[in-house]
Structures are given as structure tokens and as C-alpha cells.
T-cell receptor, first 114, second 113 residues
Framework: GDSVTQMEGPVTLSEEAFLTINCTYT??????LFWYVQYPGEGLQLLLK?????DKGSNKGFEATYRKETTSFHLEKGSVQVSDSAVYFC?????????????FGKGTLLTVNP | IAGITQAPTSQILAAGRRMTLRCTQD?????MYWYRQDLGLGLRLIHY???????GKGEVPDGYSVSRANTDDFPLTLASAVPSQTSVYFC????????????FGPGTRLTVL
């Protein structure tokens, strides 16, 4: 079945540091890939997405590129801010299989210190 | 636009009691979902509904039931709560053509003693 593996946290960075959170996936079809973010005390919200190989999703300075050859979708940001402190979830939606369901990774807690 | 609302915000419940978590969306989305979030386990799908009148089982459906009488409401019922159901519960919805793009409610924190 489909699965998502993301790097375990917690990740602690200083403000303006470079961020990478690794994500790899296993899917039987042609999945769309997503990064969701959960700020403290809130529900998840979509951060960015990519629907096919070599697509780059971007939002709020975050980027991730859909790499089919390495089955990866790593999240990056060049300069993190304190306000980026949150839990980040990588997810996939396989449109050939479970049409209406997302498969999530376990989440990575990011803490950014001033 | 409220999006998705959930009630209650939090609840402490005695084991064996029945509890219904409420979820309402005002976006007219076809699909709705219930997840539970546990530390170290991420989000796990409990039940889902692709359209009003239909429901399906997710990854961890045991001990939970749902109904979808109309487009807007998707209640989750614990018939006889057990301590292992202590968790944060999130409701979500999505449109038919963009199933991966889900909108989440603020969550219900449930503690079963």
C-alpha cells in the first residue's frame, strides 16, 4: 500500500538558518504530493503541492520538488523565521487507488529560535 | 466563511460512555473525513464519506461510527469510549476534483478516563 516516510524530529534551528525536511514515498499509481503545516493549537493547512513529476510546489518561501526517480518530495526553505515553528506533514494522494484519501507521514516538529 | 467547525473543543469522558463529535462544513464539499492524531503516529484516517449518504472505513475504524445524512454534517460517534481513544480528532473536507487538497477543522481534544 501507499506510505510516506519523513525525517523524524524534532528539528531545532536558529532564525535565518536553512531548512530541509526529507520525505520519501511509496505508491502504486501516480500520486500527487503535499506538504501540510500545523501551527500550535490549530488544524492542518495546506502549505504546497505538486501533482506530477518534476513539478515544484512553493509557498511562503518554502519549496519542494516532485522527484519521481528518487520517490522524494523534500521540503526546503532558505531562511526560516520564528513564525515557521510548527509540525510539518508530508502526504500523498494516489488518484488511481484511494481516490479520496491522503496518506500522511508522521510529522516533523520544527522549532526556530530567535 | 467559517470553513469547518468542530464541537466540542475538548472533552473529558468516562470510559464506557457514548460520545458524538460534531463536524460541520459550509463549503459544500463532497468528501469529508475523520482523523485521529497521536504523538509519534501522525494522522490516521478513521472514516470517510465521498458524498452524502455514503461512508467508508479508514485505517482505524474500530470503535467508531459515522453518518452522512447531508452534505454539511459528518458526526463521529464513539459508542462505548475506551482510554485508547484518547486523542485529538480532526475533521476535514475536500472537493471532488481536488481530493488531496483537504481543509481541516480546529480539532477536538478527547480524554477518556
Amino acid at each position: 500500500g501507499d506510505s510516506v516516510t519523513q525525517m523524524e524530529g524534532p528539528v531545532t534551528l536558529s532564525e535565518e538558518a536553512f531548512l530541509t525536511i526529507n520525505c520519501t514515498y511509496t505508491a502504486t499509481g501516480y500520486p500527487s504530493l503535499f506538504w501540510y503545516v500545523q501551527y500550535p493549537g490549530e488544524g492542518l493547512q495546506l502549505l504546497l503541492k505538486a501533482t506530477k513529476a518534476d513539478d515544484k510546489g512553493s509557498n511562503k518561501g518554502f519549496e519542494a520538488t516532485y522527484r519521481k526517480e528518487t520517490t522524494s518530495f523534500h521540503l526546503e526553505k532558505g531562511s526560516v523565521q520564528v513564525s515557521d515553528s510548527a509540525v510539518y506533514f508530508c502526504a500523498l494522494s494516489d488518484l488511481r487507488g484511494s481516490n479520496y484519501k491522503l496518506t500522511f507521514g508522521k510529522g516533523t516538529l520544527l522549532t526556530v529560535n530567535p | 466563511i467559517a470553513g469547518i467547525t468542530q464541537a466540542p473543543t475538548s472533552q473529558i469522558l468516562a470510559a464506557g460512555r457514548r460520545m458524538t463529535l460534531r463536524c460541520t462544513q459550509d463549503m459544500r464539499h463532497n468528501a469529508m473525513y475523520w482523523y485521529r492524531q497521536d504523538l509519534g503516529l501522525g494522522l490516521r484516517l478513521i472514516h470517510y464519506s465521498n458524498t452524502a449518504g455514503t461512508t467508508g472505513k479508514g485505517e482505524v475504524p474500530d470503535g467508531y461510527s459515522v453518518s452522512r445524512a447531508n452534505t454539511d454534517d459528518f458526526p463521529l460517534t464513539l459508542a462505548s469510549a475506551v482510554p485508547s481513544q484518547t486523542s485529538v480528532y480532526f475533521c476535514a473536507s475536500s472537493e471532488f476534483l481536488t481530493p488531496g487538497r483537504q481543509y481541516f477543522g480546529p480539532g477536538t481534544r478527547l480524554t477518556v478516563l
